[in-house]
C-alpha cells in the first residue's frame, strides 16, 4: 500500500495568514504516460463528509476559493491557504488514487490562532 | 447535479453483516466508477472498495474477506456487504464518486454493538 503522511498533525494560524499542510507519499504517484500526479486535498468540517479540494495535485475544483492552492511532485505535496478565513478551520486530508487500495493520510487540524 | 444517499441499518449485532446501499440521483450510475470509505468516530478516512462501470471491483486488502460491493443500474444503486462485523468496524460509512471522490454522500453511522 501507498502511505500518505501528513504534517503537520495540527496547526494554528492567525486569521489572514498563510496555512502550509505537507503530505509525503511512501513512493511515486506520478503516471507517466499523461504525466499527473494522482493526489487529492480534501477538507472535513464536523458532521460533514470531506469535500474535494484540489485534484492532479494541483487543479482545484470548481467552485473552491482560489486562497486554496495544491503543489507538489514526485512524493512531496503541499497544500497551501493563502489567507486564512474563519470557515477554513477544518481537518484537511490529502489521498492518492495512483493506486490500490487508494489511501488517506492521517489528516490535518486546522484552526484559528 | 449528482446526489448520493446511503441508506440501511444504523445498528448491527456483532458477527452480523452490515449492508448499506448508495442511491444515486441527478446522473447515470453506469457512468464513471463509485466507492465506499469509512470514518471511525473521531478517526481518519479508510478506503473500503469500489466498483467500476464494467462491473469490475476492487477491494482493501485489510477488509477484502469480507466486503463485497455490488450495483443495480436498474435502480440507479450501488451496494456494501461486510460480514461478521466487530465493534472495529463502528463508523460512518460513506459512498462517493470516482476515484478522487469528487462527490460524497452525508455519510451514515453503523454502529456494531448487541
Known amino acids: 500500500d501507498i502511505v500518505l503522511t501528513q504534517s503537520p498533525d495540527s496547526l494554528a494560524v492567525p ?8 503530505c509525503k507519499s511512501s513512493q511515486m504517484v506520478l503516471d507517466s504516460s499523461n504525466n499527473r500526479e494522482y493526489l487529492t486535498w480534501y477538507q472535513q468540517k464536523p458532521g460533514q463528509p470531506p469535500k474535494l479540494l484540489i485534484y ?3 487543479t482545484r475544483e470548481s467552485g ?3 486562497r486554496f492552492s495544491g503543489s507538489g511532485s514526485g512524493t512531496d505535496f503541499t497544500l497551501t491557504i493563502s ?11 490529502c ?19 | 447535479q449528482v446526489q448520493l444517499q446511503e441508506s440501511g441499518p ?8 452490515l449492508s448499506l446501499t448508495c442511491t444515486v440521483s441527478g446522473g447515470s450510475i453506469s457512468t464513471y466508477y463509485w466507492s465506499w470509505i469509512r470514518q471511525p468516530p473521531g478517526k481518519g478516512l479508510e478506503y473500503i472498495g469500489s466498483i467500476y462501470n464494467n462491473g469490475a471491483t476492487s477491494y482493501n486488502p485489510s477488509l477484502k474477506s469480507r466486503v463485497t460491493i455490488s450495483v443495480d443500474t436498474s435502480k440507479n444503486q450501488f ?15 460513506y459512498c462517493a464518486r470516482r476515484m478522487l471522490f469528487d462527490r460524497w454522500g452525508q455519510g451514515t453511522l453503523v454502529t456494531v454493538s448487541s
Open chain 2, 10 to 17: 444504523r445498528l448491527v449485532k456483532p458477527s452480523e453483516t
Open chain 1, 95 to 113: 489521498q492518492q488514487y495512483y493506486g490500490t487500495p487508494f489511501t488517506f493520510g492521517q489528516g490535518t487540524k486546522l484552526e484559528i490562532k
Open chain 1, 56 to 58: 492532479w495535485a494541483s
Open chain 1, 83 to 93: 489567507s486564512l478565513q474563519a470557515e477554513d478551520v477544518a481537518v484537511y486530508y
Open chain 1, 15 to 22: 486569521l489572514g495568514e498563510r496555512a502550509t499542510i505537507n
Open chain 1, 64 to 66: 473552491v476559493p482560489d
Open chain 2, 79 to 93: 451496494s456494501l456487504k461486510l460480514t461478521s462485523v466487530t465493534a472495529a468496524d463502528t463508523a460512518v460509512y
